[in-house]
């Protein structure tokens, strides 16, 4: 093996490992947001929470929670994908 083989070689694999550490947290995340029971919407002076249970035990927005949670996962899973794609294009 060349140098220039293993320059190539070493750029390939870290490229490689970083998608798999994105891949990781995206499935990390997708984890939490189906366990999650808040859901939190932060900007800079504007913060929206919705929550399926409100403290009191009554139903608050659980509806809203659910379909919110079930866009987000499916928006994770697409994202893994697209970067399982660009690993196997590696």
Do not use: C, H, P
């Amino acid at each position: 093996m060349d140098r220039k083989t293993l320059e190539y070689m070493t750029d390939r694999t870290k490229k490689a490992t970083a998608i798999v550490n994105k891949i990781d947290g995206l499935t990390k995340q997708a984890e939490q947001l189906i366990n999650a029971q808040e859901i939190r919407f932060k900007w800079n002076t504007t913060q929206v929470d919705l929550e399926s249970q409100a403290y009191n035990g009554n139903r608050d927005s659980a509806r809203v929670v659910a379909k919110i949670k079930t866009f987000a996962v499916q928006a994770v899973n697409e994202e893994i994908q697209q970067l399982e794609e660009e690993l196997a294009a590696l």
